[in-house]
């Protein structure tokens, strides 16, 4: 008996093989593609950032008590605030570049500009905080002396609040120099001379009594050891080098991996929202030219839009390991 074979075809719509997979054009696959593998490596570098905090998590730097400055607010505690507005920023170009991506369907070219005008303008004023907000980083506000075991020792009042060195750091008339290359020391570069000596900060910590040594430890309610007096004075007798602000080797907020990881991460995403307003103003001036009124499809448009709500996803988590958690 001879069998019978019997063949079902199936139905709907599959890829055969054209030049749009799963009704995605080319161009918007790889740019997906691209926002998965750069999801990845974000996710690698916050993960590492996540298991470092944890394995110093009592010595790890307070956010609401590193990140207080807001713009021509000198001496105003504003913890988070100036943050929080940079968020705004960055998720309000991501509705204006909706806006854009919308207009573009609807073949308004008008629109469409004046959307995306705003997105790089919204790009602009995020990339300029962020610069701000580094400076600040950078330059300190209230200083710091780190101890031979690499330990950072804060100063505060009796009610704990923070005491800048300018404060109460004494004044020595001393000769101070940088060892550099540059005068003979071949061998090795020092770190540079800072305001204050060691020696001036424990003169003038000695001459005002109601100050006292914060440790970078953190209690369990959340706040830093602040040592007695006794134990303060103890305590200094290790100091080191006076640091003032966060570099990439010391940092006065606390454990330097910190730094490390703040420098490199909202710096890699600063080049991301950077490469994104680049390439936003490369799409603008292509709108006014009238390229893609020619071309019937804005889907260019709607391509960087993927990027650009990708950038802003991406800070949302940043914003929340760096500054919330």
Known sequence: MAATVTTTATT??????????MGASYGKMMMWFFIVSDALTFSGFLAAYGFSRFKFLETWP?????????????????PMYYVALMTFILIFSSVTMVLAVDAGHQM????????????????F???????????????????AVETTGGAILQ?????????????FAATIPTERADDTRSKGIWFQDSAPAGEYTV?????????????????EFIKEDKTKTVLSREASLASLQDAQIVVRGASL?????????????????????????????????????????GTYEKRKSYEMVEKVGLYWHFVDLVWVFVFTFFYLV
Do not use: C
């Open 12 to 21: 709907g719509k599959t890829w055969g093989g054209g030049n749009e997979p």
């Open 62 to 78: 307070i956010a609401d008590e590193v990140f207080t400055h807001f713009p021509f607010l000198h001496g105003v505690d504003a």
């Open 108 to 123: 308004k070219k008008t629109k469409v500009a004046v959307y995306m005008l705003l997105t790089i303008v919204g790009g």
């Open 125 to 143: 004023i995020f990339l300029g905080s962020q610069a701000w907000e580094w400076k600040n980083f950078i330059k300190g506000e209230y200083g």
């Open 155 to 167: 100063f505060v009042d009796t009610d704990g609040k923070r005491v800048s060195l300018d404060d």
């Open 199 to 215: 020696e001036e900060v424990v003169k003038g910590f000695e001459a005002h009594p109601d100050v006292l040594v914060r440790t």
């Open 249 to 289: 080797i010391r940092n006065e907020y606390g454990h330097k991996l910190f730094a490390n990881f703040f420098f490199f991460i909202t710096g890699f995403h600063g080049f991301h929202v950077f490469s994104g307003v680049v390439i936003n103003i490369l799409i603008f001036f292509n709108v006014l030219l």
